[in-house]
Nanobody, 125 residues
Framework: QVQLRESGGGLVTAGGSLRINCIASGHTISKYVMGWFRQTPGRDREFVAAIHWNGDSTYYGDFVKGRFTISRDDAKNTVSLQMNSLKPEDTAIYSC??????????????????WGQGTQVTVSS
């Protein structure tokens, strides 16, 4: 069982940057695909980014367009999302998740076995 807890969310002005983190407990994440999703009220979860357990392969949602970077530090059991050039439409609850399978399936929430509670990111115009 993997427990995930996000931190680092907050309020930022458009064009600014924010780094959110996800720390795992209960089990090492070294053999898990780690992903970030976001959700706003009334909408489905949206895939943001994922990183392979080897740390070398990453996937990003189309809307990211080079603004976000996912990274992992297995020694600290942590995955992070650096978000730059933030826009008001990036406002959402961001959640991290862990999965066993890699490939295009990483964009599907159903691929993930464990989820954190989420952290609120608000971007003001």
């Amino acid at each position: 069982q993997v427990q995930l807890r996000e931190s680092g969310g907050g309020l930022v002005t458009a064009g600014g940057s924010l780094r959110i983190n996800c720390i795992a407990s209960g089990h090492t994440i070294s053999k898990y695909v780690m992903g970030w999703f976001r959700q706003t009220p009334g909408r489905d979860r949206e895939f943001v980014a994922a990183i392979h357990w080897n740390g070398d392969s990453t996937y990003y949602g189309d809307f990211v367009k080079g603004r976000f970077t996912i990274s992992r530090d297995d020694a600290k059991n942590t995955v992070s999302l650096q978000m730059n050039s933030l826009k008001p439409e990036d406002t959402a609850i961001y959640s991290c998740a862990a999965a066993h399978h890699w490939g295009s399936i990483v964009m599907a929430p159903g691929n993930y076995d464990y989820w954190g509670q989420g952290t609120q990111v608000t971007v003001s115009s």
